[in-house]
């Protein structure tokens, strides 16, 4: 089984420049999740998808950050413009939300994006 | 609102020695707990929860977690550290109708040959 792919694997840019990664989750899994990883940090929840709608993103920052999964598969997350603090490995996760009642929610995560902003 | 804490930044340990990983946790309602391992440079990868039944689960690699409803604690564990073990450990937690994972900040196991 293929595992949650994403691209690019490293990425600098200047502030106030735009970015955007990809994920590509498990086939099958109906829910992604994007999380920001800062470094000393435990992984931050930035958006939850549930096949291609909006599951939670209160702690998303709407006025530069947007992301989407218009066919329910593959989701694009885009920072705009990037600020300094924005520097974090940005992970992105799947998980199959019914096998074992919904209890169960194990999430497969891949490689993440490591960004840097000077 | 629900948290976890890790109060270790880093454990050593020698190799072939027991290991210990603390997590502690605040949820509302039954908690669902997690552990996930972080080696560098890799995504996170699973290695045990618990959701509910017996208070000792056993997961990937060797490793255990004892959950402790009057403690609010979910220490890992492991009988025997091996080298290779090495790695970033997160615990994460969620209430029963929550889907939202919450992670703890991370602890740092090193364990020396």
């Known amino acids: 089984e293929a595992g949650v792919a994403q691209s690019p694997r490293y990425k600098i840019i200047e502030k106030r420049q735009s970015v955007a990664f990809w994920c590509n989750p498990i086939?099958?899994?109906?829910?992604l999740y994007w999380y920001q990883q800062i470094l000393g940090q435990g992984p931050k929840l930035l958006i939850q998808f549930q096949n291609n709608g909006v599951v939670d993103d209160s702690q998303l920052p709407k006025d530069r950050f947007s992301a989407e999964r218009l066919k329910g598969v593959d989701s694009t997350l885009k920072i705009q413009p990037a600020k300094l603090e924005d520097s974090a490995v940005y992970l992105c996760?799947?998980?199959?939300?019914?096998?074992?009642?919904?209890?169960?929610?194990?999430?497969?995560f891949g490689p993440g994006t490591r960004l840097t902003v000077l | 609102a629900q948290s976890v804490a890790q109060p270790e930044d880093q454990v050593n340990v020698a190799e072939g020695n027991p290991l210990t990983v603390k997590c502690t946790y605040s949820v509302s309602g039954n908690p669902y707990l997690f552990w996930y391992v972080q080696y560098p440079n890799r995504g996170l990868q699973f290695l045990l929860k618990y959701i509910t039944g017996d208070n000792l689960v056993k997961g990937s690699y060797g490793f255990e977690a004892e959950f402790n409803k009057s403690q609010t604690s979910f220490h890992l564990k492991k009988p025997s550290a091996l080298v290779s073990d090495s790695a970033l450990y997160f615990c994460a937690v969620r209430s029963s109708g929550y889907s939202t994972l919450t992670f703890g900040k991370g602890t740092m196991l090193l364990v020396s040959p």
């Open positions: 996760a799947s998980s199959h939300p019914r096998r074992e009642g919904y209890s169960y929610n194990e999430q497969f």
């Open positions: 086939s099958g899994h109906a829910t």
